[in-house]
């Protein structure tokens, strides 16, 4: 476990490296988003049953998250230049195979592949940048990083957009051109990591982990960020639908959350520069929870568009302050030579807390739908004391700086 002796003020700049991951991290998710939203729109207005469609996603979704722990051990083992490159690579060939083929189960290996790519540089590229930048540096640089990829996040849809019904053949030979160049990049501008005096392997770094406590209990409390964040996508959508609000409302509250996550990183990256002196990580996800817990309030007593809007307002500007430093508290955790290991175990929060999210939070809005007594929505109440719990939670854990 890594403990940070100094801190120092953040007015040095990144190196050449670090600058090449976050433009990686919009390119990354502009590709991404170019085709996986778009995904639905075209199987389905091929004829293709939602049921197929979703186990399209289900099965992209376990084969990167469920695999990322494999990814991680491979990246403490080669440099991880080599297996952002393999990953680059395998991603793209997915892309080609949804090119190639118009229907059928081959789909599925197609779907595969796309999250095997992502199983190995997901940790591979957290790590880099993590072992690039100086502790007191960490909030900061995952903060960018986090802009730069919400940038990606909001033009990916928009281009597939424009191509998804006419030319899909084209997101999907564009999107791997992508991420085969990202790959090949990343080789020419990454350095080798420093070796290890010890080669590590899977077990000991499963075992390293098994013996950091502190990790174990923030990966299993960071489930709440995931399944409260969630809701953007299942609770939000339902409240909206419940007003009968227009078909294109949905589109336009989504697009209101790409933005505002974007409008905010540059706030945000100042008050880390702030506050990481003085707050641990810990502190910045805990505060940025309370931001998400307290803007149920409006919704938890009046339902209308209003009550609707600033969760999603809340929940956006919370996840520009937490989500950054869920990485540099990994960092901190982890024993250097699993870096990515770590990085990898850490995605299992949002493994199980996207995917209890998901079903709790339909089973909520099913079950809680009238209000009760002066609670107009009784699920929004629950959000909110989840998401305060676990932000109480996560500030209860050690800081790991001598200011603490």
């Not at 992209?60 to 490159?85: K, T």
């Not at 919400?150 to 424009?162: C, D, E, K, M, R």
């Not at 996800?285 to 999603?312: C, D, E, K, Q, R």
């Not at 959000?383 to 500030?395: E, K, N, P, Q, V």
């Amino acid at each position: 476990m890594t403990t940070v002796t100094a801190l120092k003020p953040m007015s040095k700049r990144f190196s050449l490296p670090v600058y090449f991951l976050f433009v990686e991290a919009l390119f990354m998710n502009m590709g991404f988003f170019m085709l996986i939203p778009m995904l639905s729109i075209h199987y389905l207005s091929l004829g293709m049953t939602a049921l197929f469609v979703g186990n399209l996603y289900a099965v992209r979704i376990l084969s990167q998250q469920g695999l990322q722990l494999f990814g991680g051990a491979l990246a403490d083992r080669v440099p991880y230049r080599y297996v952002i490159l393999a990953g680059c690579l395998i991603r793209s060939a997915g892309f080609a195979l949804f090119a190639l083929i118009a229907a059928g189960p081959w789909l599925y290996a197609a779907a595969i592949l796309f999250g095997v790519g992502g199983a190995l540089f997901g940790p591979a590229g957290n790590a880099a940048l993590a072992s690039l930048v100086p502790a007191e540096l960490q909030a900061r640089a995952f903060t960018v990083r986090q802009a730069t990829s919400n940038i990606g996040t909001t033009v990916g849809p928009v281009l597939g957009a424009f191509l998804v019904y006419d030319h899909f053949d084209a997101i999907c030979w564009i999107a791997g051109a992508i991420f085969a160049g990202i790959g090949i990049l990343s080789v020419v501008l990454l350095p080798n990591q420093a070796a290890p005096d010890d080669k590590p392997t899977l077990w000991r770094g499963v075992r390293a982990i098994a013996d950091n406590r502190v990790f174990i209990r923030f990966v299993i409390l960071f489930m709440g960020y995931y399944l409260i964040y969630q809701q953007m996508y299942i609770a939000i959508p339902d409240t909206l639908i419940s007003l009968h609000a227009p078909k294109t409302a949905l589109g336009e509250l989504f697009s209101l959350e790409a933005i505002l996550e974007i409008a905010v990183s540059y706030p945000a990256i100042a008050f880390m520069n702030k506050y990481a002196h003085r707050w641990s990580a810990p502190k910045l996800m805990a505060f940025g929870m309370y931001v998400m817990a307290l803007s149920w309030l409006p919704l938890i007593l009046h339902v209308n568009v209003l009550g609707i809007l600033v969760p999603v307002v809340g929940l956006s500007i919370g996840s520009v302050i937490t989500l950054p430093n869920r990485q540099t508290y990994t960092a901190l955790l982890a024993d250097r030579p699993y870096l990515a290991t770590y990085f990898g175990v850490a995605s299992i929060s949002m493994a199980v807390g996207a995917s209890v999210g998901a079903s709790a939070g339909g089973l909520l809005m099913h079950v809680g739908a009238h209000p009760f007594g002066f609670i107009a929505s009784p699920p929004a109440l629950v959000f909110a004391l989840i998401t305060l719990l676990c932000g109480y939670l996560i500030s209860r854990l050690p800081g790991l700086s001598p200011l603490e």
